[in-house]
């Protein structure tokens, strides 16, 4: 239980030690180390009795562990602790008491640094810390720091300010700090700062310190907040720092704490009451001085009344209320009366009861027997142009300065609203702006003293071109204040305008291609030349960037690019050493083709000169303009055949050979191949009575000699003699030879009388070739086929009576090349078939056999493509089936061992040649041999239409 009550005592003691609101240290210099302290605290009013004021002047003593001490002193380290003074001000409603005192203190030392804060320090969070705070969290420690310097004679500034603003989310308030310097310094504001140790420790990785949100901006010159209230409703603390300014050195004589309190609301009106007073009064000393301020509901506000008038007054003032709040409207009248020279001042505001809290109006009195003088008007800044930069008249050449400047006859200060700096272009059809800068921007403008500075828009400028400098009204303000030191007055300059230029600049041409002087030339025929120059106007260097030169063809229907050369590339494109106006590129031979015409193009950028001596905005490296021109390759070569006396000569153009090597392509003899003789053809030699040269006789005196120059077809199968395929290269040629003949023929008497013998026999077979599988009305002629085409076959026996069986099936050329390369193709052995396309058909009786294959073409022949099947078939009777049952069986045998015969085969192996014949010693067999071979052929024939065409020449 004990526990309990400890832990409910701690957590009232938290809660009650966020009251901390803020204040304000200010010292006067009493002597070299002697110095009168002035503290002006705000904290909430019902802490406890240390805050809570019930009338102005109660005298209070603060807390016992809050200490004022010098940081560096030796000895006499606490200046004061616990402070005592006595209430200044106090609201009901915000619940907030202002207190001030002061002590005399004398230190070991004229420089060091006063800190206010809760002693131990680590204890802050225990006994005296902010409220909760949106920006910094909860539980924060405070801190406030003095610096102080007597060894100069200087009085440190003084702030009078509220503690606490009211502002309604999304409503924006511009706090005025009204912070005099007695010495009539400078007074410059800013956010504290860690690295000058004006912060408190941090409270879980958070403390009080910098800019109080993202959004707040701090005028440092005129000491003025901008605090848009963009966060969550809740508290904001701001810690600011106030300093006095040497005018000499512009360096800070001595800084005090400012810190206060901003109180976010939930969103509304924006619309608070309007108040108004007195700015500035000048009294004698131990004069009485009376003023009345005044705050009212505005009719665009929604608040009904005025509930208070919140106010930090200076010692010695008093308020009275002549129409006490709550009330539309709300008077107080204020009175002031000082024995001394000095000058105070008051700020106050007002607060209706949506509680949305007027901005802080402040004034000033000044308590002097010597009245100031009224300050002359102070005379705007003026623009000198002639001490600009460029001033009137002035002509630039290719390299201007890179910073360009205004100059004022006195020091300026920045604008704070947007007024530019222009630089425009005049030109024939009027004027451009190129460039403005906005002198309120310090990113675009430079404020030095009495100059403004900018860089150029140099990439912009143009040779030869007249511009104008235009400066606005307001780009530089000259401050003054009036006889109370109000806020400064700004007396913003006039505007100014004046004229320069750019020296005129003609620029280098860019390098052009000379075309009667690069090859291939305009509208000229090539002849195989391998290296093309392009010739250029001025000396040139290889481009950095891709650029290509192009060939393209030119068709009736378009054109088609068939080269593209990258002049970057070193491999394609060569910029030799010896010329430095050409490049060389290798001519792409082999995809032009004779007889067309074409463009050679060369981009823009294939090369550049280099030029030292630019113009504005010019490149030093030009690149190279485009050119383009045709030029037409020579007709194709033809084939022509030379006829000798006993030999011919055929010379081809390799493009007929479409691809193919000279050495596979060869005539009827196989062995005899053709040779590449130059770059544009191969030949082929053979005397009249060679390579499978067939000769014809025209008349008693004209002999013609022919033969066929092609290339191997591929094979059906690997060592096949018969192909599937067309032949690329086929081309006929022949001499038609005039003369007596070149061969003469004669009968040699051997001595040995022949025997001859003679008897006659029947075919029992035949076989036919039909156009379709219905084997109807079969060819009575050999018939022109493709190779998409099937062929089918059919096998029948004279007597229907007898069973038939085919036992063999060949495929061999009419024409033969009579050499060892007339190889019969087999397709069918011992009842087997060996072509992978050959298939058997059922059929209507015994008496017949059918089977279909592809279209095939033999591989080496003569002149024509006439192929002939042959078949050997036999015709069984009842009493004797020995024959046809053995090739039944060979063939069942074959296709039950191969259930995939339908693939081909890896390659052709041709049977063994068997006649099977039953030879008796009589003869009988030879005789029987000899009738088969008599009646009704067993051979078919067609003429393979699927080969390339035959030129003759």
Same mark, same amino acid.
């Given at each position: ?65 809050? !200490? ?90 003084? +702030? ?82 106030? /300093? ?19 109180? !976010?609301? /939930?969103?509304?009106?924006? +619309? ?88 802080? *109006?402040?004034?000033?009195?000044? !308590? ?55 630089? !425009? ?39 030869? *071109?007249?511009? $104008? ?48 002087? $690069? ?25 950095? $960037? ?50 067309? +015409? ?9 090369? +550049? ?345």
């Amino acid at each position: 239980m004990r526990y309990i009550i400890f832990g409910l005592i701690y957590i009232v003691h938290i809660a009650s030690a966020l009251h901390f609101r803020g204040g304000t240290f200010s010292y006067e210099r009493l002597g070299r180390n002697k110095l009168e302290v002035t503290w002006r605290l705000a904290a909430r009013r019902g802490w406890g009795t240390e805050y809570g004021c019930t009338e102005i002047g109660q005298v209070l003593t603060g807390e016992y562990n809050v !200490v004022l001490k010098c940081a560096e002193c030796a000895t006499n380290q606490t200046i004061a602790g616990p402070l005592t003074y006595k209430c200044m001000e106090y609201s009901v409603d915000q619940d907030w008491s202002i207190v001030q005192g002061s002590i005399i203190y004398e230190a070991d030392r004229p420089k060091f640094t006063m800190i206010y804060q809760v002693e131990p320090e680590s204890e802050c969070r225990q006994s005296s810390n902010w409220v909760e705070l949106e920006n910094y969290g909860m539980q924060t420690c405070w801190r406030m720091v003095t610096k102080v310097d007597l060894s100069i004679p200087n009085h440190s500034p003084v +702030v009078t300010m509220l503690p606490v603003f009211t502002v309604r989310k999304g409503c924006t308030s511009i706090i005025p700090i009204e912070a005099t310097d007695p010495d009539g310094d400078n007074v410059r504001c800013r956010w504290a700062e860690l690295q000058k140790n004006e912060c408190p420790p941090d409270t879980q990785g958070r403390r009080v310190c910098g800019q109080a949100t993202d959004y707040a901006e701090l005028d440092s010159n005129r000491c003025r907040l901008t605090f848009p209230a963009e966060g969550d409703p809740g508290w904001y603390a701001a810690t600011i720092i106030v /300093e006095d300014i040497d005018k000499a050195t512009g360096q800070a004589k001595s800084a005090i704490p400012f810190q206060f309190l901003l109180n !976010v609301t /939930e969103p509304g009106s924006c +619309v608070g009451p309007k108040v108004d007073g007195p700015s500035c009064d000048i009294i004698r000393v131990g004069e009485r001085w009376t003023g009345t301020i005044v705050a009212k509901i505005d009719p665009k506000s929604d608040a009904n009344n005025v509930i208070g008038l919140p106010m930090s007054p200076p010692d010695g003032m008093t308020k009275r209320y002549v129409r006490p709040p709550p009330d539309k409207k709300v008077v107080a009248q204020l009175s002031y009366s000082s024995n001394r020279p000095r000058t105070v001042s008051y700020c106050y505001s007002g607060l209706d009861n949506n509680w949305i809290q007027s901005d802080p *109006v402040c004034g000033r009195i000044i !308590v002097s027997n010597k009245l100031p003088k009224a300050t002359e008007d102070v005379q705007p800044a003026r623009i000198l142009p002639l001490q600009s930069t460029p001033g009137p008249g002035t002509q630039f050449g290719k390299n201007p300065p890179a910073t360009w400047k205004v100059k004022f006859n006195k020091p300026i200060e920045r604008p704070e609203h947007a007024a530019y700096i222009k630089i !425009v272009e005049i030109g024939r059809k009027g004027q451009k702006t190129i460039a403005k800068y906005d002198v309120k921007n310090s990113n675009q403008v430079t404020l030095m003293g009495d100059t403004a500075r900018f860089r150029p828009p140099l990439n912009k400028l143009k040779d030869g *071109v007249m511009y $104008s400098i235009q400066v606005e009204a307001g780009t530089g303000l000259v401050y003054y204040k009036d006889p109370c030191g109000n806020a400064p007055a700004a007396k913003p300059n006039d505007e100014s305008m004046w004229v320069f230029g750019t020296q005129a600049c003609t620029p280098a041409a860019p390098p052009k291609v000379v075309k009667g002087g $690069s090859f291939p030339r305009p509208d000229i025929k090539i002849d195989g030349e391998e290296t093309w120059t392009i010739k250029f106007n001025k000396e040139i260097e290889r481009p950095t $960037s891709t650029a290509f030169v192009t060939v393209v063809e030119l068709t009736r229907n378009g054109e088609r690019e068939v080269a593209r050369l990258d002049a970057k590339n070193r491999n394609q494109v060569i910029f030799p050493n010896y010329d430095k106006t050409i490049i060389n590129v290798r001519a792409p031979l082999n995809v032009l083709e004779d007889g067309n +015409v074409y463009e050679l193009r060369v981009e823009s950028g294939v090369a +550049v000169s280099f030029n030292p001596n630019t113009c504005r905005n010019e490149l030093s490296r030009k690149p190279s303009a485009r050119a383009a021109w045709t030029f037409k390759t020579p007709p194709p070569p033809v084939p022509y055949v030379d006829c000798q006396d006993y030999k011919m000569t055929f010379y081809v153009p390799i493009r007929l050979a479409k691809g193919i090597a000279a050495r596979f392509l060869h005539l009827h003899d196989p062995n005899c191949v053709a040779t590449r003789i130059n770059a544009t053809h191969i030949a082929v030699m053979t005397y009249y009575d060679e390579c499978g040269t067939v000769q014809k006789t025209i008349t008693s005196d004209i002999t013609r000699y022919a033969n066929t120059l092609r290339n191997d077809a591929e094979p059906v199968m690997r060592g096949a003699p018969v192909t599937r395929r067309q032949h690329n290269v086929e081309l006929r040629y022949m001499c038609e030879v005039t003369g007596t003949k070149l061969d003469r023929m004669f009968n040699p008497n051997t001595g040995v009388q022949s025997d001859k013998y003679r008897n006659n026999g029947n075919m029992n077979t035949y076989l036919e070739m039909y156009p379709t599988a219905q084997f109807i009305n079969p060819y009575t002629s050999p018939p022109n086929v493709t190779f998409e085409q099937t062929l089918y076959f059919a096998g029948h026996a004279y007597d229907t009576n007898k069973v038939l069986e085919i036992e063999s099936c060949r495929a061999t050329s009419k024409d033969k090349t009579c050499t060892k390369f007339d190889i019969p193709y087999v397709m069918i052995s011992d009842g087997c078939p060996l072509d992978p396309t050959l298939l058997f058909l059922n059929t209507p009786g015994t008496y017949t056999k059918r089977f279909s294959m592809s279209t095939l073409a033999l591989i080496n022949k003569g002149m024509e493509h006439n192929v002939i099947v042959k078949c050997r078939m036999v015709a069984c009777d009842a009493s004797n089936m020995h024959e046809c049952d053995r090739i039944r069986r060979s063939r069942d045998l074959c296709m039950l061992g191969n259930a995939d015969f339908g693939e081909m085969a890896p390659a052709y192996v041709p049977p063994a040649e068997s006649m099977k014949l039953d030879v008796s010693p009589n003869g009988q067999g030879n005789q029987r041999r000899r009738q088969r071979q008599r009646g009704r052929g067993q051979n078919a024939g067609y003429n393979q239409k699927g080969g390339s065409g035959s030129n003759e020449n």
